[in-house]
């Protein structure tokens, strides 16, 4: 009985505050003579902030053209943009900036809808060594990392020195597909300086230094002990995976909303996607060597340390995780 009364009075609260929402929506109209997309677009900054308050009233609106406006195919956006200035009474004639916010708002939004559709097509496709294009790929994705190491054979233990787990890397695709084979090739190829550095220092890894306020807290022994204690290495390729899923979770989430909307001035793409993975991996890497776990099992506990201080970075809607290396040329534009 309590359960039901407590479920009630949610449901009452939710109306009534939905109720409440919309009356002050009505009072704010003929206050300022500008329906909710307007006073968001004209009081809100470009970016983030504004493109995601456009996106949840759209979304909320009790009109079914606003609220399918946020799935339109990105070649309906302009008529989809003509229909709700119609529908409110704007005329475009003298407000003709709303429209290209708009339009600019709706980009993002599509988008990255779109984007989700592209990489979870890309999760979804399996690696398949009797096919030449996946294959090319891996073969590519050796020569970047070991340019002056040359492959002995497709089958070959030397897959480990890259990180794979056996002589055949189409296994440690599994979980993320053809998109974590994407994403490693990308880092290689467009920062190839960088990715080849974080797998030289993934297989000889250095200790950070220790500050005396951390040696301060250690006994004789720990500290004797700590000395000796040699930094751990990982899996470079297994971690890229690993770091794939990330991306793509905090991409399905949403949570990277607040990065893409600050630096797509339009739709988001697959590119801007394999950026953002490059910036994890390289800040994972630097995390790693900060947090000196004591063995490759802490791996996890290291992994969910990293997600959530990302996750705590994108809460704030001005947030762009801005790498300042090769693989950003051309993709940043604030």
Sequence with gaps: ??????????????????????????????????????????????????????????????????????????????????????????????????GISLQACLLQIVGYRNLIADVEKLRREPYDSENPQHEEMLLKLWKFLKPNTPLESRISKQWCEIGFQG????????????????????????????AQQVLSDSLHPKCRDITKEEISKFSKTEWEKKRM???????????????????????????????????????????????????????????WIEEDPMDIMEFNRVREKFRKRIIKQLQNPDMALCPHFAASEGLINM
Aim: charged residues 25%; aromatic residues 12%; proline residues 4%.
């Design 167 to 194: 002589d055949d890397p189409k296994t440690d695709f599994r979980g993320m597909g053809l998109l974590g084979l994407y994403n490693l090739q990308y880092f290689a190829e467009r920062d190839a300086s960088a």
């Design 1 to 98: 009985m309590k359960h039901f009364l407590r479920m009630l009075i949610q449901v009452c609260l939710y109306f009534y505050c939905k109720f409440l929402w919309r009356c002050l929506k009505f009072v704010m109209r003929k206050l300022t003579g500008r329906c909710e997309l307007q006073r968001i677009c004209y009081n809100t900054k470009p970016g983030a902030s504004r493109t995601m308050k456009i996106e949840t009233s759209l979304r909320d609106s009790k009109s079914k053209l606003l609220q399918t406006s946020v799935s339109v195919h990105p070649d309906a956006i302009e008529k989809t943009i003509d229909d709700i200035m119609e529908l409110k009474k704007i005329n475009p004639d003298i407000n003709p900036q709303l």
């Design 229 to 287: 204690d040699k930094a751990i290495g990982y899996s470079f390729a297994i971690v890229g995976i690993n770091i794939t899923d990330l991306a793509y979770n905090l991409l399905v989430s949403g949570a990277l909303k607040t990065h893409f909307y600050n630096i797509a001035p339009e739709a988001p793409t697959l590119s801007h996607f394999q950026q953002t993975f490059c910036y994890l991996m390289h800040e994972f890497h630097k995390f």
